[in-house]
């Protein structure tokens, strides 16, 4: 079974840049399409981006223009940059491989005005 760990998450003004990393436990996620999701209280949770094994990426339309997903299949992990946060972003966001039903714990990130 794949475990997948985010880490980099924190406390950002508007206008600010994070850069979110996600390893994997297994030489799987050179196959798989990695994405990363979001939960904001009281919303459910909404893909905000994903990556193809051959690199092919899809985005929200609430994040286009300013966040970059992007991987490493070397170090079996996936980014998310982030720029140009908004207080809307605020949310925990999660690393999965939804065709196997794998989630990272979730990383806090918080975008103050």
């Known amino acids: 079974q794949v475990q997948l760990a985010e880490s980099g998450g924190g406390l950002v003004q508007a206008g600010g840049s994070l850069r979110l990393s996600c390893a994997a436990s297994?030489?799987?996620?050179?196959?798989?399409?990695m994405e990363w999701y979001r939960q904001a209280p009281g919303n459910q949770r909404g893909l905000v981006a994903s990556?193809?094994?051959?690199?092919?990426?899809n985005y929200a339309d609430s994040v286009k223009g300013r966040f970059t997903i992007s991987r490493d299949n070397a170090k079996n992990t996936v980014y998310l940059q982030m720029n140009s946060l908004k207080p809307e972003d605020t949310a925990v966001y999660y690393c999965?491989?939804?065709?196997?039903?794998?989630w990272g714990q979730g990383t806090q990130v918080t975008v103050s005005s």
């Open positions: 990556i193809t094994s051959s690199g092919r990426t």
């Open positions: 297994s030489s799987i996620f050179s196959f798989a399409t």
């Open positions: 999965a491989i939804s065709q196997l039903n794998a």
